[in-house]
């Protein structure tokens, strides 16, 4: 742990690929269960999490029914993926889910690595896969290019090794990390209802830990843990960092991609779902793009006060993509006391009326893979007002984290 209470955690790895190329028998065969052979027509239906380990460590798994539900945890705010696994059948090559995939996989700037899968079948075309796949700007480094590609087999189990092994040094550079020590915050990836065990939610623990007993907020529903499950289904009694986990004892199934978080009392809980349901809200807040808030953030925010300082920002990126990805991640750097307050984003170049609204809102202007107007320049440097440009997703974050830490002092 460094000063900050961080630890390094498991890296959480998203897997997309267009239908049948080979997902959720690849992920079967990374933790030998046997899901594929149980789903309803060998098709996915819902998103499922699982952790592997290799080499003494963890690496968390979400196996997905495709590129849909990837974007929908997206553009709810849920940015739990850390790295995508591209699966492409090398028999089949780039289909049109897998470019869907490359998009979604750009779109949320995280590290991307190919695993060229099903290379046991006789007589693939590799090198056909990898002309579509650089085709869609996914230059693999054989070929010069910045994208590892693996070659796998889920059926025979050749190259997952490997493919664990790049993962792992990826998660290496990238020091993934998270407070054991703090009460939880995740999403909700998936719930269920389930005959015994009543509403079941599976959720991702992204910072602190999870135990029995605590009382969760999630969407509008809430609770006490009463029980918990690891991805095998045995009973477990806490989830730290990036560990996927099902719960029960909460009073109704939450919406996936909603936030969680644990607060000191059930009264406070149940007044503040009630509030939520009553208000017909779940959908809507599951969908607000809004980072996992803490007991006191809450409370404040239910009493109408702030009890929070704010840090003041204005956001322009070059696509909505970037935005969102941007947007999510800014508003995942949760902190009790301090919180990054948009005051506006939106596409396209730094503008006048940007300026004219950083100079009044006392905001700085992150300007991300975008221009600036030569006259809005001009207005900054008259007004002072800071623009910051930024070509790398992770570099505004860590500045702003540091800013973040910076106004607690
Ligand atoms: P969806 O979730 O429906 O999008 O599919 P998926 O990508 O999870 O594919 P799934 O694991 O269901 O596999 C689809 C079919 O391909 C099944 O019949 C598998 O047995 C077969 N398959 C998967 N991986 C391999 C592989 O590495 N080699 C061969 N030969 N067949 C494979
Ligand atoms: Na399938
Ligand atoms: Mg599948």
């Not at 239906?45 to 592997?52: D, F, G, L, N, S």
């Not at 004892?249 to 919406?255: K, S, T, W």
């Not at 001009?378 to 973040?404: F, K, M």
Request: aromatic residues 4%.
């Amino acid at each position: 742990e460094d000063e900050a209470g961080l630890a390094l955690r498991p890296p959480v790895v998203t897997i997309l690929g267009h239908v049948d190329h080979g997902k959720t028998t690849m992920v079967d065969r990374l933790r030998s269960g046997n899901t594929a052979a149980g789903e309803a027509g060998g098709i996915t239906q819902h998103i499922a999490a699982y952790q592997v380990m290799h080499n003494g460590k963890a690496v968390t798994f979400v196996d997905t029914p495709g590129h849909a539900a990837f974007g929908e945890m997206r553009a709810r705010g849920a940015n739990v993926t850390d790295l995508v696994i591209l699966v492409v059948a090398a028999d089949d090559g780039v289909m049109p889910q897998t470019e869907e995939a490359i998009s979604h996989a750009k779109a949320a700037e995280v590290p991307m690595i190919v695993a060229l899968n099903k290379i046991d079948l006789p007589g693939v075309d590799e090198q056909k896969t990898l002309q579509g796949l650089a085709q869609q700007n996914v230059l693999p480094a054989e070929w010069g290019g910045d994208v590892e590609v693996v070659r796998t087999s889920g059926e025979t189990g050749q190259g997952l090794d490997e493919l664990l092994e790049t993962i792992q040094l990826t998660a290496e550079l990238n020091e993934y990390k998270a407070n054991p020590d703090r009460d939880a915050v995740g999403t909700c990836l998936e719930a269920f209802r389930n005959e015994g065990r009543g509403p079941v939610s599976w959720f991702i623990v992204q910072n602190g830990t999870l135990k029995v007993g605590d009382v969760v907020l999630c969407g509008s529903a809430y609770g006490k843990v009463r029980a918990m499950y690891d991805d095998r289904d045995n009973p477990i009694k806490k989830a730290g960092p990036s560990m996927p986990v099902k719960v029960s004892g909460l009073d109704e199934v939450p919406a996936a991609g909603a936030h969680f978080f644990v607060l000191k009392s059930l009264e406070d809980a149940r007044e503040l779902a009630e509030q939520r349901k009553f208000a017909g809200r779940s959908e809507e807040l599951a969908s607000m793009n809004q980072r996992p808030q803490t007991f006191d953030e809450i409370m404040a925010a239910a009493r109408g006060e702030a009890e929070t300082t704010d840090l003041p920002l204005i956001l322009k990126a070059d696509t909505p993509g970037s935005l969102q990805a941007l947007k999510a991640e800014l508003l995942n750097l949760d902190n009790p006391e301090v919180r990054v307050r948009l005051k506006h984003s939106g596409v396209g170049p730094v503008n006048e009326s940007d300026v004219r609204l950083a100079d009044t809102a006392a905001a700085v202007i992150i300007a991300f893979h975008t221009e600036t107007d030569p006259r809005a320049e001009q207005l900054a440097d008259q007004e002072g007002v800071e623009i910051r440009d930024y070509q790398i997703i992770y570099e505004v974050i860590d500045d702003i984290r540091s800013e973040l830490e910076g106004l607690l002092k």
